[in-house]
């Protein structure tokens, strides 16, 4: 675990022992724009059927083609890294197809987001994972998810597995009221969504100061914080020294970090996988 994932309570990621994971060719099938900045992309191919969804908040890991690559080349196990690989979560898996959704943030200039941006049926990229999944601690009295629009996926994934009994708070930031869209949920859901600061280095800061007012329920609470890395690790000092929260409560990680390219709190390996 680094400095910037904590995953140390029943409701903590599941962290099996690190394994090489196959990367397989996938196939854009089908494009869907949820909303000005968001692209769903469903992915297919021959072995995808083998894919082993694991459960919400899980992540692979895309490869993406270099300038002049009709493809990207499946990398070799004991090759460089290759440099356009990235982070996403499988938003929703039908083994039946099979197919593989994947919500692109687009965020900006970068090599995932742009490649959302101009994505066409027929394009392939290459996939690995998944990797290591959230574990819903099924004894938790409430839930609070914070996340920004690179973690929307996985929160969407963690609200379609809670319970209807379950009681969540979300606070979510995405960049302007056109982005924030329906989400799937049995449980009993508050959502608070907010709007980005204009001023990139404020990213994040409608997230932080939401999570510092918020009035927490007593009892045994689990909380998911998914946003960029120094935002991420504020919020964390906050709920942990100012609040005297128990770091087995919340599982923190950074999604993305101002500034990095290919900024990952994950070291997945060399060859991308997990
Ligand atoms: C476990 C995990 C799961 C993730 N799942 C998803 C997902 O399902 N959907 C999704 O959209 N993202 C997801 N992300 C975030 C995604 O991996 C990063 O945003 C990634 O950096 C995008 O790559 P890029 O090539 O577009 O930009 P990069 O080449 O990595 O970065 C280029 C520039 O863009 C900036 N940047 C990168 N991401 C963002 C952002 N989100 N907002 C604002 N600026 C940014 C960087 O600071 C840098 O300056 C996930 C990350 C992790 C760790």
Request: contains cysteine; proline residues 9%.
């Amino acid at each position: 675990m680094t400095a910037d994932s904590a995953a140390t309570s029943p409701s903590a990621d599941a962290s099996p022992p690190r394994r090489r994971r196959a990367m397989r060719r996938v196939q854009v099938t089908r494009i869907e724009r949820l909303s000005p900045r968001t692209v769903c992309v469903t992915f297919t191919g021959d072995d995808l059927g083998a894919f082993a969804w694991n459960g919400p908040a899980a992540h692979i890991k895309l490869i993406f083609p270099e300038a002049g690559q009709a493809e990207p080349p499946i990398p070799q196990r004991d090759g460089p890294r290759p440099t356009r690989i990235r982070t996403y979560t499988p938003r929703r898996f039908d083994p039946t197809v099979p197919e593989l959704d994947v919500e692109f943030a687009l965020h900006g200039d970068g090599p995932a987001s742009n490649w959302a941006a101009q994505a066409e049926v027929g394009q392939v990229l290459v996939l690995g994972g998944p990797g290591p999944n959230y574990q819903i601690d099924p004894d938790a009295d409430w839930f609070l998810l914070v996340g920004d629009d690179a973690a929307l996926p996985a929160i969407e994934t963690i609200l379609e597995e809670l319970p209807a009994d379950a009681r969540v708070r979300a606070l979510l930031e995405v960049v302007d009221e056109h982005e924030e869209r329906p989400l799937a949920t049995a449980a009993q859901v508050d959502i608070t969504w907010l709007h980005r600061d204009a001023r990139p280095e404020r990213a994040d800061a409608a997230l932080e100061a939401a999570v510092r007012a918020i009035e927490l329920p007593a009892g045994n609470g689990r909380i998911y914080v998914g946003c960029e890395a120094a935002a991420m690790r504020r919020i964390r000092a906050h709920l942990l020294q100012d609040r005297g929260l128990d770091p087995a409560m919340m599982v923190t990680r950074g999604y993305w970090k101002l500034g990095a390219v290919d900024y990952t709190d994950h070291d997945y390996g060399t060859d991308g996988d997990d």
